[in-house]
């Protein structure tokens, strides 16, 4: 099998990094003071496997009782849970396409059949993504989708579990940026569930901190499932500290959707075609320039994008949105290089 490659992380070197959608802006100051605090008491011991401090709290925060949330040592944990509990070898795994390649990679190890539904031209699901089958396990749907930073209604997730007539997971890893959520369905209706992560909208990358939330009795099943530790007490005392720092977070949302308007806006100007986002990275192209040829050379200059080709869909960049200066100085490359 072809492993996932996640992109490109160099870790010596200054680097503008705009290609795998982190948040530019450090996370509350209050991350690192819970942190601290942890290290400094009882790391002998292991910590709690259903990290309740964070259930608590993130309960409270969104409206969702404890019991309705799994934790995870990053989302990717969470979907590695599900796939696991849920797909079995020569099973069917359902997800869009252009979407998050981990998708593929995650049915191969499950020995799963990977059903890649092509998206319309205009980001939408289509008819065929809509009909169930009696080997279909499970249908994840990301919202927003990556690359393409565009979102399906919720509408459209309601009438998908209804007729699949399996489970749905909600990848709203990039939510935060955008206007709706269909948190609210994973009561209507047991089939749906969301998954979120800290790594993009509170800045924890680095932290590895996400969960799913679902109604107890699959929440239950999961558990027998994921790893007994699967959440450190490091990321666990970071991540509740995040969640809890209400105001940073706003702030820093903010901040993010005032520059990806600007970041659209220009990209058009420079006479890319651009996707209309709602998460922290836009995608866009153009046909009258070699695409790969602008991502290396800006890569040459320093700037990192992400240069995607899908098979049966064709290319783009997507960029990640960074500071205002971050930005600034890739729309100077990308304009230099549209007019050479
Ligand atoms: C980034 C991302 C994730 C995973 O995030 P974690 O860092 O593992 O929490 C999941 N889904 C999508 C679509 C993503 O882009």
């Given at each position: ?86 797909v079995g070898e020569g099973q069917w795994l359902r997800f869009p396409s252009p979407s998050y390649l981990l998708y593929q990679t995650l049915a191969d190890l ?75 369905l994973v009561r209507q209706d047991a089939r749906i569930m969301v998954c979120r992560t800290l790594s993009k909208s509170y800045g924890l990358a680095g932290l ?133």
């Open positions: 099998m072809d492993g996932y490659t996640p992109g490109e992380q160099p870790q010596a070197g200054k680097f503008i990094k705009l290609n795998t959608n982190e948040n530019p802006y450090p996370p509350s100051p209050a991350v690192a003071a819970a942190i601290t605090r942890a290290a400094e008491s009882g790391l002998q011991r292991y910590p709690d496997p259903l990290a309740t401090a964070f259930r608590l709290r993130a309960g409270e925060v969104l409206g969702v009782d404890p019991d309705w949330i799994l934790c995870g040592n990053g989302s990717d944990d969470i979907l590695t849970i599900l796939t696991r509990s849920l499950q020995g799963a059949r990977a059903e890649q539904v092509s998206f319309s031209a205009d980001w939408r699901l289509t008819e065929s993504f809509y009909r169930g089958h009696d080997a279909l396990r499970l249908v994840l749907v990301p919202n927003p989708n990556s690359p393409s930073g565009t979102v399906v209604d919720t509408d459209a997730i309601l009438e998908l579990a209804q007729r699949v007539d399996c489970p749905v997971l909600v990848d709203e890893a990039y939510v935060d940026f955008a206007e709706a959520s269909c948190l609210h590895r901190f996400g969960f799913l939330v679902a109604q107890p009795v699959m929440i239950e099943a999961l558990r027998k499932v994921k790893d007994s530790y699967n959440c450190d007490a490091l990321s666990i005392a970071g991540a509740t500290a995040a969640i809890d720092d209400q105001a940073w977070f706003t702030d820093n949302r903010r901040k993010i959707l005032t520059t990806r308007a600007h970041l659209a806006d220009e990209l058009r100007r420079l006479g890319y075609q651009v996707a209309d986002s709602s998460a922290n990275f836009v995608w866009c192209y153009r046909h009258d320039l070699s695409l790969e040829q602008i991502y290396r050379r800006l890569k040459e200059q320093r700037v990192l994008i992400r240069y995607m080709n899908y098979v049966g869909w064709g290319e783009g960049l997507r960029i990640s949105v960074g500071t205002d200066e971050q930005i600034s100085v890739c729309l100077q490359l990308l304009a230099d290089a549209a007019s050479d």
